[in-house]
């Protein structure tokens, strides 16, 4: 499945199957953004994000990061 900054909740599943044991919290935009535009399904610019479009994605991130310690 291609990714697009659009996908928050797919890009949040595979970050947590990337990095599970990273609070997501404690990640910088920019390492994150590097972390996105390294997924081998990742299709957009990586120039067009945005902190809205990151901010979006470390929330779901950090959704998934709460589930799974649960």
């Known amino acids: 499945m291609d990714l697009y900054w659009k996908d928050s909740e797919e890009i949040a599943i595979r970050l947590i199957e990337e990095h599970p044991d990273t609070d997501p919290l404690t990640v910088r935009f920019t390492d994150m953004h590097a ?3 390294a997924l081998p399904e990742f299709r957009d610019d990586p120039k ?3 902190e809205k479009i990151l901010e979006a994605i470390q929330m779901a991130w950090h959704q998934e990061y709460q589930d799974a310690r649960s």
């Open 48 to 50: 067009k994000s945005n």
């Open 35 to 37: 972390w996105i535009t």
